[in-house]
């Protein structure tokens, strides 16, 4: 029940904080998208991610119905948790070292590959595919739209 009033106040919270950035005044000077386009896409974020917690709700309760049955048989790796958090840990604070020297794009491929090496198992190409084109959409956000420098490190350009 808790999870459907997290996903309707975030849907009903989405769409005022949409509602409140229509109402921001547009600037005539500049960007002329002006101060809005961040906060719709923060407001559309929070809608959408709502709406996939409402599908999710849906299909954990289609699920239990099935799992209630396993429930009996132990995981199999339930002993694996503390040290597979452990080493995403590592992972990242090994990630957050190597940022800076070894550049964006390097570091957050590696590390990407790293933890979807572990978490999607086996899928290689989908993993491959995955962490090049998310750091390429966010490097060009980021770096192109947004004007944030981003670390070079070892690329020359």
Do not use: C, Q
Request: hydrophobic content about 55%.
């Amino acid at each position: 029940m808790r999870d459907w009033v997290l996903a309707i106040a975030a849907v009903i919270g989405g769409l005022v904080y949409l509602y409140a950035d229509s109402k921001l005044p547009l600037v005539r000077i500049g960007d002329p998208l002006g101060p809005r386009i961040f906060p719709a896409i923060i407001g559309t974020g929070i809608v959408l991610s709502g709406l996939l917690l409402m599908v999710e709700i849906r299909k954990r309760r289609a699920a239990a119905a099935h799992a209630v049955a396993a429930a009996a048989a132990p995981h199999p790796r339930e002993h694996e948790r503390p040290g597979v958090l452990i080493g995403m840990l590592v992972w990242t604070a090994l990630y957050y070292l190597a940022f800076e020297p070894v550049g964006y794009l390097v570091s957050t491929v590696i590390f990407l590959l790293g933890l979807l090496a572990v978490f999607n198992r086996g899928r290689h190409l989908t993993n491959l595919a995955v962490a090049l084109g998310f750091t390429a959409v966010a490097y060009t956000i980021f770096d192109r739209f947004l004007a944030v420098p981003m670390p070079e490190g070892i690329l020359p350009f």
